[in-house]
């Protein structure tokens, strides 16, 4: 018999899975269930009080006003459901909702120790109650419709600040120019905390008003973006990190399968990660939304949920500006700290604020006890000046490299088209203040809070504003060129 006549043998088939390749893959650890986003009715109401409570906790325990003043400064804010991913959500039908609530009498303050409740009491919902506190050094955390946290908050050592860093001499002999310009600004910024141009150990201008002081701590909101950005590059200057180009080692995207794999630090920093959330409507229907503050409005860990938010749209490809990708960042952090034995917070302190003198700053913790990585830090004015410092002198403080070289150029470019936005903070590339150089960058929060940075002048520059109460940008920006310009 040949091999022409041999009969053929057919395989044995073997048996595989029917469902999935069940072949082993390295550091497998399964992928993180998908954020839900209640947007029906009572889960937004209850935001929306949620927020006014850490409105009040912050401006009473953080900054320290008098309850009527906080009050007094006190906007009622609407939340409505995250919007799709080219459009932002319309919230005038829900600010008219809630101003008739407001008029109508059906909100409640209730103030006990360092916390604060706001009830909305409304007879087609029944009482709906949201929650903050404020323990000492841990800024104001949103509870929800909780009642209490879910960690201890014990002290959190911090290095007391070097005296003698600041010659404010110079500040009360100002030019007429400047003190002109600066008064034309202030006349049209009813809740500006304060202004205030520096160098390096020096403060040339400095000018406080409504409720601002040198030792006052105001709200940063978005601008804690930059500081995140910058402890991210503290990691990479330590060795902790490799690079912004690596896939970001977010604790619950370790599993290489997981589509969230393909996000960088990069896409993080700048805001293209992709991310986005599954969103339920009151009438049952769901869309795809992309979040801005519900990290501020609910009582959950934020670190857990930024990192289950699916990936939306290819990371790289879109610049959607929302609070996930730095609380992810925030995340990182974390576990860097962690897994080094180190603790947390007081490390995430010592690498940075600490380090710069930065001796008021706190970050505003989630109900977990997560610093919040994007946003609602408070310090003064200086301590923002030495942030703001630090990128003016190339990322080195008193002699000593605390980022990376080139860092500064990396995190002050917006290296993607069609966007101002560069590796958490804002460029000049538009020309939105057009009498500044146009390599100026800042930090911005929500109601234009900002640290400007002059690399070739070697100043700063730092607003503090009220939330809510906006400023004539044009009367900043001729405030801005006439210090450059003195200075």
């Given at each position: ?363 505003s913790a989630d109900i977990a006890g997560n ?89 700063v520059a730092v607003i503090t504003n009220e ?21």
């Amino acid at each position: 018999m040949n091999d022409a006549t041999m009969p053929r043998v057919r395989p044995v088939p073997v048996a595989v899975e029917p469902l999935f390749d069940t072949a082993p893959v390295l550091g497998a650890r399964g992928l993180p269930a998908p954020l839900l986003y209640d947007a029906r009715p009572a889960a937004l109401r209850l935001r929306q009080v949620s927020f006014a409570a850490k409105r009040l906790v912050d401006m009473i325990h953080v900054s320290g006003l008098p309850v009527a003043e906080a009050e007094r400064r006190l906007r009622w804010r609407p939340v409505a459901a995250p919007g799709a991913l080219e459009v932002r959500t319309d919230l005038s039908p829900a600010q008219a909702e809630l101003d008739a609530a407001v008029a109508a009498g059906q909100l409640s303050v209730s103030y006990e120790g360092r916390m604060v409740a706001v009830t909305w009491n409304d007879p087609s919902f029944g009482a709906i109650t949201g929650r903050a506190v404020a323990p000492p050094g841990y800024g104001g955390i949103v509870l929800g419709a909780a009642s209490a946290l879910r960690f201890e908050p014990t002290p959190i050592p911090r290095k007391p600040a070097v005296p003698g860093y600041w010659d404010d001499s110079a500040a009360a002999s100002a030019p007429a120019a400047v003190r002109h310009a600066a008064e034309t600004f202030h006349a049209a910024a009813p809740g500006m905390y304060g202004m205030l141009v520096a160098a390096p150990g020096r403060v040339l201008f400095e000018r406080y008003g409504n409720g601002g002081a040198i030792d006052r701590l105001t709200p940063s909101w978005s601008m804690t973006k930059s500081v995140t950005a910058t402890l991210i590059g503290r990691l990479l200057q330590l060795g902790w990190l490799r690079s912004v180009n690596d896939s970001a080692p977010a604790p619950m995207w370790a599993d290489p399968r997981d589509a969230h794999s393909a996000i960088t630090l990069d896409h993080l920093l700048r805001m293209r990660a992709g991310l986005g959330m599954t969103v339920l409507h009151g009438d049952g229907s769901a869309s795809l939304g992309f979040e801005n503050s519900a990290v501020y409005q609910d009582g959950v860990d934020a670190f857990d949920a930024a990192q289950r938010n699916i990936v939306a749209t290819r990371p790289g490809a879109v610049f959607r500006y929302i609070n996930a990708g730095p609380n992810v960042l925030g995340s990182i952090i974390r576990n860097e700290i962690e897994h080094r034995g180190l603790p947390y917070p007081a490390t995430v302190y010592e690498l940075l604020a600490d380090r710069i003198g930065m001796s008021s700053y706190q970050h505003s913790a989630d109900i977990a006890g997560n610093l919040i990585g994007s946003g609602s830090g408070f310090a003064t004015l200086r301590d923002y000046a030495k942030l703001g410092l630090l990128y003016a002198q190339d990322g080195v403080w008193e002699g000593e490299r605390l980022l990376p070289e080139g860092w500064v150029d990396y995190a002050s470019t917006a290296t993607h088209g069609g966007t101002t936005y560069t590796a958490s903070f804002r460029c000049n590339a538009d020309g939105l203040f057009p009498d500044l150089p146009a390599d100026t960058f800042w930090a911005v929060g929500a109601s234009d809070q900002r640290i400007f940075v002059f690399r070739r002048h070697g100043l700063v520059a730092v607003i503090t504003n009220e939330t809510d109460h906006a400023i004539d940008l044009g009367r900043l920006n001729t405030f801005l060129a006439t210090a450059l310009a003195a200075f």
